[in-house]
């Protein structure tokens, strides 16, 4: 999954919402239930997303939405094994990014 977020400190949970093309209680649940997301909050309590929770987002994201898991089965998944996990995620990462400038190289072709 590629998520398209531009590049700076935090990021609002609207802005984590829409680039995950989720709802933001989807965001808040997944806050809940993954202690691995540790947003800080501002005095208004407003959640702040680092680079580092949107990656454990892309983590989840994939683990649940695109390969199927249950959030329990996520969770053991990333408590197991974190680093497995990560270390397939970018992989998986890297070849949709080659895949995707091969198409676009057969496209200007």
Do not use: C
């Amino acid at each position: 999954m590629h998520v398209d977020l531009p590049d700076k400190r935090y990021y609002k949970i609207g802005e984590v919402a829409e680039a995950f093309g989720v709802n933001t209680s989807l965001i808040r649940f997944w806050e809940k239930e993954f202690d691995v997301i540790k947003p800080k909050k501002n005095a208004k309590g407003n959640r702040l997303f680092t680079k580092d929770d949107i990656e454990n987002f892309k983590l989840i994201f994939n683990l649940v939405k695109e390969r199927g898991f249950t959030l329990d089965g996520a969770k053991q998944k990333l408590r197991k094994n974190p680093e497995k996990v990560v270390s397939n995620h970018e992989i998986i990462s890297r070849l949709e990014a080659v895949k995707a400038e091969l198409i676009k190289i057969k496209n200007q072709l």
